[in-house]
Nanobody, 116 residues
Framework: QVQLVESGGGLVQAGESLSLSCAAS????????IHWYRQAPGKQRELVAT????????YVDDSVKGRFTISRDTAKNTVYLHMNSLKPEDTAVYYC?????????WGQGTQVTVSL
C-alpha cells in the first residue's frame, strides 16, 4: 500500500526558511503529480503547490508565489516544498497528496509554525 510521509516542519521565526519533504513508500511516484496542501486552524485545506510527473512546476498559489518552490528528486522518491521568507500566516499543517492507481493518498501532515 502506498504511503506518503511528510517531514521537516517546525517552529521558526518570521523571515526564516524551512524545507518540507514528502516521501513515498510502497510505490514510486515518478509518474504521479504530487500536491502540497495546508490547513490553518479554523480554515479549509488549501492547495499550495503542484508538481507534475515530469518535474515541471504546474502551480504555485499566489499567496506563496515568489517565496515557495516545489521540486522532486525521483531517485529519492521524494517531493520537496522549499519555503522562504516565512510569515505568521503560513502557520498550518502541511500535507502532501497524490493519486495512485486511482486512489487519493494523503500524508499525515507536518506542522509549520511561524512566530513574529
Amino acid at each position: 500500500q502506498v504511503q506518503l510521509v511528510e517531514s521537516g516542519g517546525g517552529l521558526v521565526q518570521a523571515g526564516e526558511s524551512l524545507s518540507l519533504s514528502c516521501a513515498a513508500s510502497g510505490s514510486t511516484f515518478s509518474d504521479n503529480a504530487i500536491h502540497w496542501y495546508r490547513q490553518a486552524p479554523g480554515k479549509q485545506r488549501e492547495l499550495v503547490a503542484t508538481i507534475s510527473s515530469g518535474g515541471s512546476t504546474n502551480y504555485v498559489d499566489d499567496s506563496v508565489k515568489g517565496r515557495f518552490t516545489i521540486s522532486r528528486d525521483t531517485a529519492k522518491n521524494t517531493v520537496y516544498l522549499h519555503m522562504n521568507s516565512l510569515k505568521p500566516e503560513d502557520t498550518a499543517v502541511y500535507y502532501c497528496r497524490g493519486i495512485f492507481a486511482g486512489k487519493v493518498i494523503w500524508g499525515q501532515g507536518t506542522q509549520v509554525t511561524v512566530s513574529l
